[in-house]
């Protein structure tokens, strides 16, 4: 059995919307529409869709915070709603947009409290806590009011906070926004650590494709409730109308290259830009180019992830 | 039976960490804490102030001295103040709502409600209680003590803060459905208290009835109180009621619990 399952999972709202000066007529929005998809133990996955799609509302429902109106979910074998508080112990989850710490309180409390909470044995919470203390470069903030933290570190200390107790799967909500590079990097690494030496299951969602792209092997698409892509990242090149780019030095200035299966998109002097469709093998046409130019260097420019998605949301109608 | 106590056993060791972690962070600024603790304390007696002022006019207030109603006055006070301390912060159930807290805790092993009333747990009434308490004592040099009225009176301060606690929780829920009620509740609990403040003898019956079979803000302390002083009950409601505080206590804290199930149940189906 897989570590999360989501079968035919549908979540509809009842909102009131204005039909007149003061009237107000009930009118059902469908949040997440006929979703399905199922999660393997120690696998990193990218979830993604753009605002309103759905991504809240669908982790809502995997961590038992929100009811589905219809279908079925099993996380770790249980159903979310249902057994909430026996389910908490098993996942991790970190909103990057508010903390789960307590306020006013230095991290060593929330820490001491969370392991309480979970009922963490003595031996392996000193353990865990020294590494994610180390890995995460929390040490010396142990005493200083969450309050007084910056977002960086208040965000480390979320997650080294939903990670004390072991659990199988995190869920990260938006976990890089507002960090700067450097902290990026370093909870990226953090996080492909974790996934890596203790086989922790991740899913995030996120608005910054360098995430997924450093982390993730398989990303969800999500868009008006419906995953419409669920694969490899590398497999999501292929989707929709993108192009990979061929970039030719020639030797000499020439006149716009002509070889089939592929377009010269701009010229500037001896450099030229053809674009192929991004399913295509780059092969025959690097050959081709070979065969009849005097090539000085080639490179190949893979399509932005970002443009890959904006063309799968225009597919299916959004923005 | 095993089961029914470690369920009521791990979410009271709960309440018992979250509590302390709270007071010991409060213990961080001892000045300030000892300030708000004092600052209460004098709101408070100046509170009874006020009764003991009316007092130099007249000799009683509908047919009681003012050793008896210092009596109602001590009961009720004692019992909303450790309401409110084991409440924390029940009466915010909306702003939890609103910025997400609410979600965070819904990830937690933890019931939600040990969770939502000990965050932020203070012991700011304790200037309250102790004002409570002391006017009560200097009353019950007043009582002519027997074994039952003492078992009566120690039933009456636990009956009475399960019923304020239940009162508080209660009607906090209608924030889960308006999430900017917080006042709602409170005309009920702090209200229900100042009533209760003088004997309800001095109200119209339509009040006596409404606080003893609607809203059993009475049994916090009038019914307890008449057979504390031996007095016949000036409405001629029979003497039983007069015991019947604990009944009352575990019918409203069944109630508000019914309603926190019903109110929780809502916001996981709608989220918000």
Known sequence: MSLIEVRDLTRTFAVRRRSGRLRRSPSVVSAVHDLSFTIESGEMVGYIGPNGAGKSTTIKMLTGILVPTSGEIRVAGLAPSARRTDLARRIGVVFGQRTTLWWDLPLRDSFELLQKIYRVPHDRFRRNLDEFLELLDLGRLLDTPVRQLSLGQRMRGDIAAALLHDPDILYLDEPTIGLDVISKGRLREFLRRLNAERGTTLLLTTHDLQDIEALCHRVIVIDHGTAIFDGALGDLHGQGGSTRTLVVDLVDTAPAIEVPGAVVRKVEGPRQWLSFPAGASAAPIVAAVAASYDVADLSIQEPAIEDVIRDLYSATGSF | ?272
């Open chain 2, 1 to 272: 039976m095993a089961e029914v106590s470690t369920s009521i056993v791990a979410p009271a060791r709960n309440y018992v960490d979250i509590a302390t972690l709270w007071v010991r962070a409060a213990w961080a600024y001892p000045g300030s804490f000892l300030m708000m603790a004092f600052g209460s304390l004098l709101i408070t007696a100046l509170d009874f102030v006020g009764i003991w002022a009316m007092f130099a006019s007249i000799d009683s207030l509908g047919g009681f001295g003012l050793r008896e109603i210092a009596l109602l006055y001590g009961a009720t006070g004692v019992g909303i103040g450790l309401a409110d301390t084991m409440i924390g912060s029940v009466e915010r159930i909306g702003v939890y709502v609103r910025t997400g807290r609410l979600d965070q805790m819904l990830t937690r092993p933890v019931p939600l409600m040990v969770q939502v009333c000990a965050d932020q747990f203070t012991l700011r009434r304790l200037g309250r209680i102790t004002q409570a308490g002391i006017v009560f004592g200097w009353a019950a040099t007043y009582v002519d003590w027997t074994p039952s009225r003492i078992v009566v009176a120690v039933v009456m301060v636990a009956s009475s803060t399960v019923i304020f606690f239940a009162m508080f929780t209660g009607f906090s829920c209608i924030q889960f459905w308006t999430t900017d009620a917080s006042e709602f509740a409170n005309a009920f609990t702090y209200g229900g208290n100042t009533l209760t403040q003088y004997p309800l003898s001095i109200f119209p019956r339509e009040i006596m009835v409404g606080l003893t079979f609607v809203v059993p803000i009475a049994f916090v302390n009038w019914y307890p109180c008449l057979y504390l002083l031996g007095r016949e009950d000036p409405f001629g409601l029979p003497q039983w009621l007069q015991f019947c505080s604990p009944v009352a206590a575990v019918a409203s804290l069944a109630g508000a619990l019914l309603i926190w199930r019903t109110g929780v149940r809502h916001y996981t189906s709608t989220g918000s």
